[in-house]
């Protein structure tokens, strides 16, 4: 690490997780010393004696440093292997809550915009009904080639079928030599249908947007803030859509759509596991089926076969060293997974 002319690391540093720039050029001086006082701290950063004060109070909140048990008034670094690496735990769990706040608050608003939905009186809405997939499809395309600016999605499930898939390309293909703007959020199981990545990675080399997440609420469309296509039943698509155009609901839905795509991961990057060893699809089935969901429901939310969802339940199981479903539910909400 280098510092600037005003003595500040320069290059990677260390307020991701929480430290001051003050309070990471104290610690790194302290690191290379046996022990300083404040006054010593003080002199050797250029810092006034109550601002390296208050430097070695944040450190030692964050248990980055501890007076010396031998030496009043002296400060010792803590072994950064220790203290740094505990530092990055909490971080990884406060974001790990976070997510699952953020979680909750997605289907939360799933569900408000449902409410307000089935609250509301169809002309409030704006809304059209669009019966059968030829209706729907030939909305679409109506809507692709008349989008101006962006054009916002959520397709759910593992895999889309090839001819829906060849009916896509022309049609995003037009709206980004439009320059349109593209964003698409996947559920992470279509990462293992080689047809729908294919063209999800053709898309991103085009100039569109993909992301994944474990759980989407259901399938959407969203064009140019002033309309937006959801399906009449989420559980049968076929059944036909929605066209809303109401102000409101569509202003709604485009909420929801930044919420999750906020917390998405990029095609390009693997989805990671957390300190605890889980993939975020591993938390997200642990926590569907400690809501009560059957284990075919989960695998549908999922996106994934019933025997992937099953073979992911005795990974889990054996991860956690549970003989049964009821000791696995245990020991995960012991381990804070739930």
């Known amino acids: 690490m280098t510092t600037d002319k005003c003595g500040a690391p320069s290059g990677p540093t260390l307020a991701a997780l929480g430290l001051s720039p ?3 050029r104290a610690y790194r001086t302290l690191l290379g010393q046996s022990g300083l006082a404040v006054a010593e701290l003080s002199a050797q950063l250029g810092l006034h004696p109550d601002s390296a004060g208050e430097a070695l109070a944040e450190l030692a909140g964050l248990e980055l440093v501890r007076p010396s048990a031998d030496v009043p008034g002296v400060f010792r670094a803590a072994n950064p292997e220790v ?5 990055v735990a909490r971080r990884q769990a406060d974001l790990e809550r976070q997510q699952r706040e953020l979680a909750d608050g997605r289907l939360m608003v799933a569900r408000v915009v449902g409410e307000y939905v089935d609250r509301v009186r169809p002309d409030q809405l704006g809304a059209e009904r669009l019966l059968g997939m030829d209706a729907v499809r030939a909305r679409i395309e ?3 080639a008349s989008a101006q600016r962006e054009c916002l999605s959520f397709m759910p499930g593992r895999a889309q079928s090839a001819a829906s898939l060849a009916e896509s390309r022309p049609l995003d293909e037009a709206a980004l030599r439009r320059g349109v ?3 698409t959020v996947y559920q992470d199981s279509m990462r293992n249908d080689p047809g729908t990545l294919d063209y999800a990675a053709w898309l991103v080399a085009a100039g569109g947007e993909v992301r994944t997440v474990p759980v989407l609420p259901s399938r959407m469309l969203i064009v140019d803030d002033r309309v937006a296509l959801v399906p009449i039943d989420p559980e049968n698509s076929r059944a036909g859509a929605m ?7 569509v202003s709604c839905l485009q909420s929801l759509f930044t919420l999750v795509w906020a917390s998405a991961d990029p095609l390009s ?3 990671e596991r957390d300190p605890g060893g889980l993939t975020a699809q591993q938390r997200e089935l642990l926590r569907l089926l400690g809501e009560g969901l059957t ?8 996106g994934v076969s019933q025997r992937t969802a099953r073979r992911m339940m005795a990974d889990l199981m054996t991860l956690l060293g549970a003989r049964s479903r009821f000791e696995a539910g245990r020991l995960a909400t012991r381990r804070g997974w739930l």
């Open 22 to 24: 003050a309070a990471e």
């Open 83 to 87: 203290g740094l690496q505990a530092l």
């Open 142 to 144: 109506y809507l692709a």
């Open 181 to 183: 703007v593209l964003r």
């Open 243 to 249: 066209q809303l155009t109401g102000t409101g609901v």
């Open 269 to 271: 990057r693997v989805p």
């Open 295 to 302: 284990d075919d429901a989960a695998a549908n939310r999922l």
